[in-house]
């Protein structure tokens, strides 16, 4: 054979790799074409759950309609609308147990000991004013903060009628103590009786000069704890003289509405969980605007709480499953 006969067509090779080159570069082309497109509808997809997630939330956190069927004001909406900033902070699970909205009864009993309660005895408080007596000075003790709103109140009372009847009876009493309610226990729980002239004692009632307490102690965060109406939300028959500490603006809420503490929480729970809905209330007694909201508790431990990322607000356990989160309008200002 001839070496003409086995020359290398080098025109033909040449051909044949130009078109090889040809092809990969378009289907390198047509690849990257593909994936940029798929990153394109991915990111879009992304963003439009985001963005309907955040919609959802904004919609229901200034939902207007309330179940209560009150009307909130513009100022309180605007708490709302500024609480899209917030932070979260951690509450450990015992927190559950404290606060000024824990609920003590029946079936769900104090968590906290003596030492827990941050009780003062009334007798040795320093600015105790003397428009009032005290059954058992010896030892009645009640939460540092109840002891001074009462004391407020008692001096306001005194002052409006001249009468120095009130006897605080009992406050914090261990659970099964004799004269003990459910709520005894909580240390923000207080009963009230009379002293009368001949030295014999009653209990008080919505009355004469003793009305001004019923209709004033809303203003200093109290609430009639067992009303005669509510024997069966409470579980226990009325009382006129057993008082509860739930603090501002929950008592005039619950006031307004005519609700006794289980029905209140009850709604907090079910129509003011955050994310859903917000309870927005200005409190006649203060004029600030409040934003109040329930928070489930994590049942394996620790829970993370929204709270504003600025200014004033206050975080209760609820004694069974979650935190009660009030917001004042200080907060986003």
Request: proline share 4%; glycine share 6%; charged share 20%.
């Amino acid at each position: 054979m001839s070496m003409q006969g086995r020359r290398i067509r080098w025109d033909r090779v040449i051909i044949v790799a130009v078109i090889l080159i040809a092809l990969i570069f378009a289907l390198g082309s047509c690849i990257s074409s593909c994936t940029r497109s798929l990153d394109k509808e991915d990111s879009s997809s992304q963003s439009g759950i985001l963005d309907s997630l955040s919609s959802r939330q904004e919609s229901s956190m200034l939902d207007s309609s309330t179940p209560d069927g009150s009307t909130p004001d513009s100022s309180a909406s605007s708490i709302a609308e500024n609480l899209s900033a917030y932070k979260e902070e951690i509450m450990n699970a015992d927190a559950i147990y404290r606060g000024n909205l824990v609920l003590v009864n029946g079936e769900n009993p104090s968590h906290l000991s003596e030492e827990e309660l941050d009780l003062v005895k009334l007798a040795t408080m320093a600015d105790r004013p003397d428009c009032y007596q005290i059954s058992y000075p010896a030892y009645t003790t009640v939460n540092s903060t109840v002891a001074a709103q009462f004391n407020r109140m008692i001096s306001a009372y005194y002052a409006a009628t001249g009468n120095k009847d009130i006897m605080f009876n009992y406050g914090y009493l261990a659970i099964g103590k004799e004269k003990s309610n459910p709520e005894s226990a909580s240390g923000l729980d207080i009963q009230l009786h009379l002293k009368k002239a001949d030295g014999s004692y009653d209990y008080i009632t919505d009355t004469g000069t003793y009305s001004w307490i019923y209709k004033n102690m809303a203003k200093y965060g109290f609430v009639l704890r067992y009303p005669t109406e509510k024997a069966e939300q409470t579980g226990e028959k009325g009382s006129t003289y057993s008082f509860r500490y739930v603090g501002l603006p929950h008592a005039a809420y619950m006031t307004e509405q005519n609700l006794c503490l289980e029905e209140y929480l009850d709604l907090l729970k079910n129509s003011y969980s955050y994310g859903t809905a917000m309870l927005e209330y200005t409190c006649p007694y203060d004029q600030k605007p409040y934003a109040i909201y329930y928070v489930p508790a994590s049942m394996s431990g620790s829970t993370s709480a929204p709270v504003p990322t600025t200014g004033t607000y206050e975080i209760s356990g609820n004694n069974v499953d979650g935190f009660i989160v009030t917001v004042a309008r200080s907060s986003v200002n």
